[in-house]
T-cell receptor, first 108, second 113 residues
Framework: GIQVEQSPPDLILQEGANSTLRCNFSDSVNNLQWFHQNPWGQLINLFYIPSGTKQNGRLSATTVATERYSLLYISSSQTTDSGVYFCAVGFQGGKLIFGQGTELSVKP | GAVVSQHPSRVICKSGTSVKIECRSLDFQATTMFWYRQFPKQSLMLMATSNEGSKATYEQGVEKDKFLINHASLTLSTLTVTSAHPEDSSFYIC?????????FGPGTRLTVT
């Protein structure tokens, strides 16, 4: 089946720093979403981005579908950005396959 | 964005009993919902796809008779963990899909003693 790999697995930042999280996938997909899982377990939708670039405040994402990767950029990080970031790729029928996540810790 | 609720948020049950978890899409209709399981410090694993008005589709390795799924309406899917055992203790999360995106419920933490 399809493989979804995220890097890095862990990341520690000082508040105010920028970061880039990467998601590689092994096959063509028709959906890609980025999520932030907060400490209580809730998955928060960040981006629906099967291709192209989107921005939402301090966050932006780019997916290059032909090269099978997506990037999530976090600028001017804040302590509230801490948590686990997942990318998930989707297929016809709506199934999502999740990567292993990047655990981000932002220190004050 | 769309809102998906789950109930209960936390449940503790004794080994051998059954537990039902409800998943509702509050502001949109979802012909398809999904159930995931997450162990501590791990990713989400898809368990099954719940289709309104038809049988659920289970992923390889998921026991159909242990995890009963019913999608009775366009806004409600239920997952029943039957004859629960301690190894079934986990975080169960449902999702519902609108035209493009999936939206996730807040999860149910199941502890089987």
């Amino acid at each position: 089946g399809i493989q979804v790999e995220q890097s890095p697995p862990d990341l520690i930042l000082q508040e105010g720093a920028n970061s880039t999280l990467r998601c590689n996938f092994s096959d063509s997909v028709n959906n890609l979403q980025w999520f932030h899982q907060n400490p209580w377990g809730q998955l928060i939708n960040l981006f629906y981005i099967p291709s192209g670039t989107k921005q939402n405040g301090r966050l932006s994402a780019t997916t290059v579908a032909t090269e099978r990767y997506s990037l999530l950029y976090i600028s001017s990080s804040q302590t509230t950005d801490s948590g686990v970031y997942f990318c998930a790729v989707g297929f016809q029928g709506g199934k999502l396959i999740f990567g292993q996540g990047t655990e981000l810790s932002v220190k004050p | 964005g769309a809102v998906v609720s789950q109930h209960p948020s936390r449940v503790i049950c004794k080994s051998g009993t059954s537990v039902k978890i409800e998943c509702r899409s509050l502001d949109f209709q979802a012909t398809t919902m999904f159930w995931y399981r997450q162990f501590p410090k791990q990713s989400l694993m898809l368990m099954a796809t719940s289709n309104e008005g038809s049988k659920a589709t289970y992923e390889q390795g998921v026991e159909k008779d242990k995890f009963l799924i019913n999608h009775a309406s366009l806004t409600l899917s239920t997952l029943t963990v039957t004859s629960a055992h301690p190894e079934d203790s986990s975080f169960y999360i449902c999702s519902a899909r609108d035209q493009y995106e999936q939206y996730f419920g807040p999860g149910t933490r199941l502890t089987v003693t």
